[in-house]
Nanobody, 125 residues
Framework: QLQLVESGGGLVQPGGSLRLSCATS????????VAWFRQAPGKEREAVAC????????NYAEAVKGRFTISRDDAKGTVDLQMTSLKPEDTATYYC??????????????????WGQGTQVTVSS
């Protein structure tokens, strides 16, 4: 069965760093792109970053570009999101999901499936 489990969230001060991990199962990361999303209270869910199945294409939301890095750890079967220079505006629940179609470059505007339960990131002093 398809499953994605997010972890790594927590409380961090502005300017700090945090690494999120999306553990995947039931599909091959060599076939499907995976994306990270976030949703803050009262706001729409927004795409943060995505990584193609060949890990050669990565896209980032303008708000996080240069601060966040998406990567894949094949040994662990995870898609990670390294977040640096965190701002209070980054506070949200972060989710990961997979592209329903295989062998596509990732696109932040596409629909994704098999959402995890999310992990909370709070940036506050």
């Amino acid at each position: 069965q398809l499953q994605l489990v997010e972890s790594g969230g927590g409380l961090v001060q502005p300017g700090g760093s945090l690494r999120l991990s999306c553990a995947t199962s039931g599909f091959s990361l060599d076939y499907y792109a995976v994306a990270w999303f976030r949703q803050a209270p009262g706001k729409e869910r927004e795409a943060v970053a995505c990584l193609s199945s060949n890990i050669l294409i990565a896209n980032y939301a303008e708000a996080v570009k240069g601060r966040f890095t998406i990567s894949r750890d094949d040994a662990k079967g995870t898609v990670d999101l390294q977040m640096t220079s965190l701002k209070p505006e980054d506070t949200a629940t972060y989710y990961c999901a997979k592209d329903p179609a295989p062998y596509r470059p990732c696109d932040l505007g596409w629909d994704y499936e098999s959402w995890g339960q999310g992990t909370q990131v709070t940036v506050s002093s």
